[in-house]
Every structure is written in structure tokens, then in C-alpha cells.
């Protein structure tokens, strides 16, 4: 017999485990249950910077996933709260000040004058990108987020657990609640062959003294970022749309290195510590809504993309309000 107020979340990266605190500092008795642990989780690997080109009024990564009405409330509810993790020194978020560059000088950027700290940069500041500028915004240490994260989870009574969940069916005869933050593993879980995999990978090395960021905002299958995390720097990046390996490609590493090189001469003499892979859960549109399933509600929070940090409260919000009882945006297609 289980309490009403049991929640099953499936999946311990960035959208599990922060809907798995917004249930249970509201309450909920929250069990997550993973196929790996936080760590070994394809939010780990992410940059991860918060705003930017999210919140604008239409950018195009942002309308693969969802129309801008939906999708900006949520982003704009995550930049709140990572704004307020940055003041917190265990949280792995702070506010960095860097560049946002983008390749296509037409399309309208007005919008970022509003970001805090903006300064267009100067020809020689701009890394070779038509459009150049400096902001302030949060970008998260995800190993060390997800932990945090996780510690919220225990803290307020819940737990974080490795297990495999066989289907949807089985997770429902063990909480009258179950929320899906499987990513591309709710491809196989949900029977939802509309996700599919956008293949990342980012390569670390022994940070050289940087301290601001550099990331542009152009969709496609390369682009060029550094974000620096205390003694290592994480640069990137790919996105392989439908590729399922998890093996680093060295030909991958050697082009990410060269365009960060690019922009940044220091990266050229630092020590390579490590190459990470992850599969982002793509889908035409995030999916966020209810589905019954025996005597329990399944509430599905997936496919997010290459944004899943910067909706990742928003989204979680949104599940809270679905898990007590009221109404809130649903995206599915």
C-alpha cells in the first residue's frame, strides 16, 4: 500500500533531480531511481550556461523544442533561480562574465542589450565572429550541481538510487505519482520513437588562467565554447544529430581544440585531462504533460535538447503544479 503523497522519478540528470526537489521540498515522499548516478548522467557533461539566447523572443535552438510562449516561461523562471544558486558557494553555479559571439551578423540581436553586464566587444575582442558582445550570466559546474542537487533530494527526505525501471507499467504499481525524466532513454520507456539523440562532445583541459566564458549561440552540428571551472576548462563543442555512440572521437577532439585555440592561444598549451560524450534527448517538441497509467499519473518531462539546464526548473515547476492538481502549459506533438 503506498501514501498518496509517494513520487517515483525516473532518471538522475538535471530534469530528474530538479523535479525530484521541487516534490519533495513540497512534501512528496520522492524516490528517484536511475540507470546511472548523477555523475555518470549526459548532464554532467553539459557546459552549461544559464539565459543568453534562451530568453530572447525567438531564436531558432529554441524553437525546435517548443513555441517561444511556452518555452520562455520556463527559462525565464530557470534564470531566476540560478541567479539565486549563484550566491550559494556549494551549488557549482556563479556569475561569469564572457562572450556571446554569433556567426551570422543579420537576425536581430537586439534583445541582448537587456542582459546584465552587456558590452559589445570591440574587432580584436570578437574571436573572428561578426557579432560579439560581454554579459554576465550564470554558468553551472554540472558534476558539482548535480550533487548538490542530490543533496537537496536526501535532505528533504528523499533518496537517489542506481536501478533499472522495465517500464512505465511497473513504475506505477510502485507510487501513484511517477515522473519521466528518462531523456533519450524514454525513446525505448515511453514507446516515443520521436526522441532521438543529438550526440555532444566536449574535451577537458588543465585551465590555463582563463576565467570568462566564450560561447556561440549558432545551431549546428559545430561550434566553438570554453567554460572555465576553477582548475579545468570545458570546451566544446558538437551536436550529431541521430548518433548513439559514446566513444570519444579523436578526430572530434582535435577540431573542438583547434577552434578554441582560435579564439584563445592559451588553450593551445594546456594539458588534455579528459574527453566526455553525451546524448542529448531531442524531440520535435519537449514533452510535458499527463498520461494515466493503471491507478497511477504518469507526468512525462523530456526531450529538452541541448537546453535541458536552462528549463530545467521552469519544467520542474510546471510538474509540481501537474502533481497538485493544477493546470499548466503541455507540450506534445
Known amino acids: 500500500m503506498t501514501e498518496r503523497n509517494e513520487a517515483l522519478v525516473i532518471g538522475a540528470g538535471v530534469a530528474g533531480l530538479t523535479t525530484a526537489v521541487c516534490l519533495a521540498e513540497r512534501g512528496f515522499t520522492v524516490r528517484v531511481v536511475a540507470e546511472h548516478a548523477p555523475r555518470q548522467t549526459t548532464s554532467a557533461v553539459a557546459g552549461a550556461i544559464i539565459g543568453g539566447p534562451a530568453i530572447a523572443d525567438e531564436t531558432e535552438a529554441e524553437a525546435k523544442f517548443a513555441p517561444t510562449a511556452i518555452t520562455r516561461p520556463w527559462h525565464q523562471a530557470s534564470l531566476a533561480e540560478f541567479a539565486a544558486l549563484a550566491k550559494q558557494p556549494d551549488s557549482g553555479v556563479r556569475l561569469t562574465r564572457g562572450r556571446l559571439v554569433n556567426r551570422q551578423a543579420a537576425g536581430g540581436h537586439e534583445w541582448a542589450a537587456h542582459l546584465p553586464g552587456y558590452a559589445p566587444c570591440g574587432e580584436e575582442e570578437s574571436g573572428g565572429f561578426p557579432v560579439a558582445f560581454r554579459v554576465e550570466l550564470p554558468i553551472v559546474d554540472m558534476p558539482v550541481y548535480l550533487e548538490y542537487l542530490a543533496s537537496r533530494v536526501t535532505a528533504a527526505g528523499g533518496s537517489v538510487e542506481v536501478g533499472v525501471v522495465d517500464s512505465l507499467e511497473a513504475a506505477a504499481a510502485e507510487a501513484p505519482l511517477v515522473v519521466n525524466c528518462t ?147 503541455e507540450v506534445v506533438s
Open 183 to 329: 531523456g533519450v532513454g524514454a525513446r525505448a520507456l515511453a514507446d516515443d520513437p520521436k526522441v532521438f539523440p543529438v550526440r555532444g562532445q566536449h574535451v577537458i583541459v588543465e585551465n590555463p588562467g582563463i576565467d570568462e566564458f566564450f560561447f556561440e549561440q549558432n545551431p549546428g552540428p559545430n561550434s566553438t565554447s570554453y567554460f572555465p571551472h576553477g582548475r579545468r576548462l570545458v570546451c566544446g563543442g558538437t551536436a550529431e544529430r541521430e548518433v548513439w555512440s559514446m566513444e570519444p572521437d579523436p578526430a572530434r577532439t582535435e577540431e573542438i581544440l583547434a577552434r578554441c585555440i582560435a579564439v584563445e592561444p592559451r588553450i593551445a598549451g594546456a594539458a588534455v585531462t579528459g574527453v566526455e560524450v553525451g546524448l542529448r534527448a531531442s524531440r520535435p517538441r519537449t514533452r510535458l504533460e499527463v498520461e494515466p497509467v493503471g491507478s497511477a499519473r504518469v507526468i512525462h518531462n523530456y526531450g529538452h535538447g541541448g537546453i535541458a539546464v536552462g528549463l530545467s526548473w521552469g519544467c520542474a515547476q510546471d510538474v509540481l503544479r501537474l502533481a497538485l492538481g493544477g493546470a499548466t502549459a
